[in-house]
Antibody
Framework: QITLKESGPTLVGPRQTLTLTCNVSGFSLSTSGMGVAWIRQPPGKALEWLALIYWNDDKRYSPSLEKRLTITKDTPKNQVVLRMTDMGPVDTGKYFC??????????????WGPGYLVTVSP | SYELTQSPSVSVSPGQTSIIDCSGHKLGDKYVSWFQQRPGQSPVLVIYQDNKRPLGIPERFSGSNSGNTATLTISGTQATDEADYYCQSWDSRLAFFGGGTKLTVL
């Protein structure tokens, strides 16, 4: 059974850097055809894809946030880390990590972690 | 960047068929996934690769994709289907989500 769980700070100050960790189990981050994505959701708003890292360390970023994002993985620790710089109030929301099965056309996200609420405030 | 457009809301009576659309440029040339998100919960995959159902998803959920529109159809809609539904697709190996549709079962 594949599970994912997000962790990190619940409160971040303006202009600070957010570091979130996704702990995965039930699969290896080095298994061919697997990836882990980060997706966020501001309160009451839609889902927004942020970044994706593949088993071969290939990385993809949202064009609108690419300059602020870094995604990395630590395979022995079964962790995927997302860093987002220059945080502002609009970055407040729930951050999800999700397992990506790489398939034709990009694949699909299943399952998702429970999500982690991050608030940006002085 | 690529845009996916969904109607903000759809309302149906129990037992009726719910139709939720997602539009994007040449969307029929891409694969589409659909996610169900109940209040306070994480999204759940209900359709992938346009029309495939993951294990555990009821048969009343189906999907199609052609031209510029992908459609999620819920036959015999139940009260438990009330949720937000998001479409998702890919463009140049980047992922994009629609704005979501709130399904209300009256």
């Amino acid at each position: 059974q594949i599970t994912l769980k997000e962790s990190g700070p619940t409160l971040v100050g303006p202009r600070q850097t957010l570091t979130l960790t996704c702990n995965v189990s039930g699969f290896s981050l080095s298994t061919s055809g697997m990836g882990v994505a980060w997706i966020r959701q501001p309160p009451g708003k839609a889902l927004e894809w942020l970044a994706l890292i593949y088993w071969n360390d290939d990385k993809r970023y949202s064009p609108s946030l690419e300059k602020r994002l870094t995604i990395t993985k630590d395979t022995p620790k079964n962790q995927v880390v997302l860093r987002m710089t220059d945080m502002g109030p609009v970055d407040t929301g729930k951050y999800f990590c999700a397992h990506n099965v790489v398939g034709a056309g990009g694949g699909w996200f299943d399952p998702w972690g429970p999500g982690y609420l991050v608030t940006v405030s002085p | 960047s690529y845009e996916l457009t969904q109607s903000p809301s759809v309302s149906v009576s129990p037992g009726q068929t719910s139709i939720i659309d997602c539009s994007g440029h040449k969307l029929g040339d891409k694969y589409v996934s659909w996610f169900q998100q109940r209040p306070g919960q994480s999204p759940v995959l209900v359709i992938y690769q346009d029309n495939k159902r993951p294990l555990g998803i009821p048969e009343r959920f189906s999907g199609s994709n052609s031209g510029n529109t992908a459609t999620l159809t819920i036959s015999g809609t139940q009260a438990t289907d009330e949720a937000d539904y998001y479409c998702q697709s890919w463009d140049s190996r980047l992922a994009f989500f629609g704005g979501g549709t709130k399904l209300t079962v009256l």
